[in-house]
């Protein structure tokens, strides 16, 4: 990744109030001193075409036939790198079961080429979901793709990983968290509840 797209990726997330500053619960239930409000790019569709245009770029040829991401932020990230892409897109989302499956009448053949792409990648929860229901159906990822990597360790997805910004950013299981201990009010991103 090129100086210049990690420069441009960092100013379109600040500019949108993506990035917060505090004490945040996140969905993972760790705790950390920044939250990333990952639809806060959605409000600007400039910005977000231009960051899944970062994605399709790095994939160009990477001879991917569709697109997939898991619900909800992935959707409209993997529509907007498929229609970039020339490329058909579909998504992943939770049965009743809590598995991330292709329904709605998506069809995977397989050995299709399929590039993941996800909004924040933190602890890889979503994107192994999305691998899951893509070697369901026996199709092959061929890359994944993903806005922010703040994750704190690296992930072997078995196939290329891309982010528009590597942000390494602490996350504290709660009870080791250095803001609990200074008495910060812990805020719960999405959430009208704190604690």
Known sequence: MSDTCTNKAEALF??????????FQ??????SPVYWEKFRILEHPEHTSSL?????????NCEA??????TT?????????????????????KNDSGLRTFRRGFVLNPKERVLVVDDILTTGKSVKEVL?????????????????DRSEHEFDFGSPLYSCLRSITPAYQPH???????????VKPGSSKQK
């Open 52 to 60: 899944c245009g970062m994605i399709a770029e790095h994939f160009r």
């Open 176 to 186: 080791d968290c250095p803001l609990c201990k200074q008495g910060i009010p812990l």
């Open 14 to 23: 600040r500019s949108s109030g993506v990035v917060l500053d505090g004490h």
């Open 65 to 70: 036939q569709v697109v997939a991401g898991p």
């Open 132 to 148: 899951g229901a893509v070697a369901q159906h026996d199709g092959v990822v061929v890359g994944v793709g993903v806005l922010v």
């Open 26 to 31: 996140l969905t993972s239930g760790l705790h």
């Open 73 to 93: 932020g992935g959707i409209i990230l993997a529509f907007e790198v498929a229609k970039q892409m020339g490329l058909r897109c579909i998504f992943a989302e």
